[in-house]
């Protein structure tokens, strides 16, 4: 009598199928990580004009008990402008069949 090993086993037989499919991979867009989404209003232009501040500097002058008003700091903007691109892709589906004679015996 011979012993069934796995190895002797036919290649259908040694496969396992998980019930889980896996998750499609993606690019990994790092310069969208930070990203904030705004939209544009209607009839407004093609540029978005956003503002930020440059940070202050850091306070060296202790405030404690004297009375003394330490010097101003100037509040500095930045303007930045953006121009939103459009982006897309399309995906091309026929619906021909193919047809193969699947009947070995004919084949």
Known sequence: ???VTPSSLPSPVQQAFD???LSTPVANYIHSACAVEKVLP??????LR?????????????LGDSG??????????????ARPQLYGTW??????VTLTN?????A
């Open 91 to 96: 995906i091309g589906i026929t619906e021909s």
């Open 68 to 81: 003394v008003t330490p010097p101003p700091q100037l509040l500095t903007a930045v303007n930045i402008d």
């Open 50 to 62: 956003m503002r930020r501040y440059d940070p202050l500097a850091a306070a060296v002058v202790p």
């Open 42 to 47: 209607k009839n407004a232009g093609p540029i």
């Open 102 to 106: 699947a009947d070995p015996v004919n």
């Open 19 to 21: 019930n889980k499919i």
């Open 1 to 3: 009598m011979a012993f």
